[in-house]
């Protein structure tokens, strides 16, 4: 079974910091990865995915994250914290053949942005 | 669109009590999801379902049905609520696998005393 691994349950920065949350996942084979960002008392919202066709992926808010096979890690970057990145973030993979299309989710991560 | 709707936004059931809860998607998306969300440990499948008629477990079944009769609606039961099943409650869609992308509602709070 896959598992995704995310360390550090809290993340604080300051405002304007390099954000950092990582992810490693077991799979022998890449499989597809995703980041999700959680606003309080909202659902979870798609931030960006890996799905092989490049290994730095770009998304929404200015996130990125960068696919390391070696590794087995898709850590997700920000260059400059805002305010409103305050949220929880998850990490999940999807396996290549899933024909329940079913993700598997990390612990989670609560992002905190100090002003 | 409205997307994936999710009713109630909050439950509280006492021991033994049964509920379902509700979600609709307008999108037409044959794939969809039930999760449960606690603290630390991210969100864990509970059922999905492939298509209208077609469901199976997912990680965390026991104490859970379901059943798809329609592409838009995908309930979840409860048949005799517990302490443990205390949990935000979450159902997704997507209209494909791979890499497709799954939208989830915005979550049901449920608190079992």
């Known amino acids: 079974a896959q598992s995704v691994t995310q360390l550090g349950s809290h993340v604080s920065v300051s405002e304007g910091a390099l954000v950092l949350l990582r992810c490693n996942y077991s799979?022998?084979?890449?499989?597809?990865l995703f980041w999700y960002v959680q606003y309080p008392n909202q659902g979870l919202q798609l931030l960006l995915k890996?799905?092989?066709?490049?290994?730095l992926v770009k998304g929404i808010n200015g996130f990125e994250a960068e696919f390391k096979k070696s590794e087995t890690s898709f850590h997700l970057t920000k260059p400059s914290a805002h305010m409103s990145d305050a949220a929880e973030y998850f990490c999940a993979v999807k396996s290549l053949n899933n024909a329940g299309n079913m993700l598997t989710f990390g612990g989670g991560t609560r992002l905190m942005v100090k002003p | 669109n409205a997307g994936v709707t999710q009713t109630p936004k909050f439950q509280v059931l006492k021991t033994g009590q049964s509920m379902t809860l509700q979600c609709a998607q307008d999108m037409n998306h044959e794939y969809m999801s039930w999760y449960r969300q606690d603290p630390g440990m991210g969100l864990r499948l509970i059922h999905y379902?492939?298509?209208?008629?077609?469901?199976d477990q997912g990680e965390v079944p026991n104490g859970y049905n379901v059943s798809r009769s329609t592409t838009e609606d995908f309930p979840l039961r409860l048949l005799s609520a517990a302490p443990s099943q205390t949990s935000v409650y979450f159902c997704a869609s997507s209209l494909g696998t791979g890499e497709r992308e799954q939208y989830f509602g915005p979550g049901t709070r449920l608190t079992v005393t």
């Open positions: 799979s022998s084979v890449p499989p597809y």
């Open positions: 379902s492939v298509g209208a008629g077609i469901t």
């Open positions: 890996y799905t092989s066709a490049a290994t």
